[in-house]
């Protein structure tokens, strides 16, 4: 199910949920690989004025602004294998970069799509094995993925779960690091300590070598086969130095956080400000959401602390800019939040720029809304 709000204004004129329904997915995309339509309920993104809903291995729907569900989303040439819930633009070119991985052979394929909408390119990388891959990251010259010991089960899929994929114990993990485009990339791999990578703040070339910062779990499907309570995240650098086989890694805040948002219309090397939601453990020990949320200074490591309207919790944001030209950081920060004792829900609105005043507005809402998915913020036409 996706949920949204419409503001006109200073004004809410709706508040709508509807289920994603895809239509089956057309024999011709299907002759190679099982392909899961995917239910769109892991996140959204726009791209040239449109919303999509993602799903985990699904492929992408696109919606109406009403949220009603338009058909799959292709991109003008097959998507075989998907989309992974986490595409990123390039702010310098308005392309749409899209990862796809899959329990089939080809593992992993790499989505590039035009700021108008239409693929431009698509290819396999060179993943071994059928790992998990939620998110990744683009610099100027490079594309960043994972290999974690996340690896596809057999007997997960026999048992029906959702997400066939269980912990490896004795599997290795690694970024790799590969030319953005081309055919037939070579990936250099960095070796790191066995982890689960849930989001990337960013990523960016310092000379030769590649940083980047992201949120770190100790495993995934471990201990829960859910995958969403096998420890908290902690803000971590990770930088990929030619010279050595391995990533240096530097915790940058080693409490518990995850579900960054950031300024979208700056490259990672650009940007100062980056946000993250707490996580605190709920009644049965899981860790969906927290009472505050962090605005991390990139540039000095420095830290504040937004808190939460008392007994609200709050899931991923939306950094919104004030305006197209704004300077980076000035703007809104969006996002649902849900009472601790009732089944009230709330929409939030945020100033950016001021980590310790009063919320701008607080929308009571007709309902509780779930915190584990990711929202976007689509622009009136």
């Given at each position: 199910m996706v949920h949204g709000t419409e503001l006109a204004s200073s004004r809410v004129l709706s508040h709508r949920n509807r289920w994603i329904t895809p239509p089956p997915v057309p024999p011709h995309l299907t002759r190679d690989l099982i392909v899961p339509a995917g239910d769109g309920c892991a996140g959204l993104f726009t791209h040239g004025g449109d919303l999509f809903a993602t799903a985990e291995m699904g492929m992408p729907c696109r919606l109406s602004p009403q949220l009603e569900t338009l058909g799959l989303a292709d991109f003008g040439a097959p998507l075989p294998t998907g989309a992974a819930p986490h595409p990123h633009h390039d702010p310098r070119s308005g392309e749409l970069h899209l990862l796809a991985y899959h329990f089939e052979s080809p593992y992993l394929r790499h989505h590039r799509v035009s700021a108008r909408g239409q693929l431009i390119e698509s290819r396999d990388l060179a993943l071994p094995h059928p790992g998990m891959v939620h998110d990744f990251a683009l610099t100027a010259q490079h594309l960043v993925i994972f290999d974690l010991p996340i690896r596809f089960s057999e007997d997960a899929l026999l048992d029906g779960q959702p997400l066939p994929y269980r912990w490896?114990?004795?599997?290795?993990?690694?970024?790799?690091?590969?030319?953005?485009?081309?055919?037939?990339?070579?990936?250099?791999?960095?070796?790191?300590?066995?982890?689960?990578?849930?989001?990337?703040?960013?990523?960016?070339?310092?000379?030769?070598?590649?940083?980047?910062?992201?949120?770190?779990?100790?495993?995934?499907?471990?201990?829960?086969?859910?995958?969403?309570?096998?420890?908290?995240?902690?803000?971590?650098?990770?930088?990929?130095?030619?010279?050595?086989?391995?990533?240096?890694?530097?915790?940058?805040?080693?409490?518990?956080?995850?579900?960054?948002?950031?300024?979208?219309?700056?490259?990672?090397?650009?940007?100062?400000?980056?946000?993250?939601?707490?996580?605190?453990?709920?009644?049965?020990?899981?860790?969906?959401?927290?009472?505050?949320?962090?605005?991390?200074?990139?540039?000095?490591?420095l830290r504040d602390s937004i808190e939460l309207p008392e007994g609200f919790c709050g899931g991923a944001m939306t950094f919104v800019p004030a305006h197209p030209s704004a300077p980076e950081g000035k703007g809104w920060l969006l996002g649902y939040l849900s009472h601790e004792g009732t089944d009230c829900g709330e929409m939030i609105i945020l100033d950016a720029t001021r980590p310790n005043a009063e919320p701008v507005t607080r929308i009571r809402l007709p309902q509780r809304m779930p915190l584990g998915s990711h929202g976007c913020w689509l622009a009136g036409r």
């Open positions: 490896q114990e004795r599997a290795e993990a690694r970024i790799g690091l590969l030319p953005r485009q081309g055919p037939s990339p070579v990936t250099r791999w960095f070796n790191i300590d066995p982890c689960w990578v849930s989001h990337v703040v960013g990523a960016f070339e310092d000379a030769d070598r590649v940083v980047v910062d992201l949120i770190r779990h100790p495993s995934r499907f471990r201990h829960d086969h859910r995958g969403d309570d096998d420890g908290p995240g902690q803000l971590l650098r990770c930088t990929l130095d030619p010279r050595f086989d391995f990533a240096l890694v530097e915790v940058l805040d080693g409490d518990a956080q995850d579900l960054p948002t950031f300024d979208p219309r700056l490259p990672a090397g650009d940007r100062r400000w980056a946000w993250t939601t707490a996580q605190e453990p709920d009644g049965d020990h899981h860790l969906p959401a927290g009472r505050r949320l962090y605005r991390h200074d990139l540039k000095r490591g």
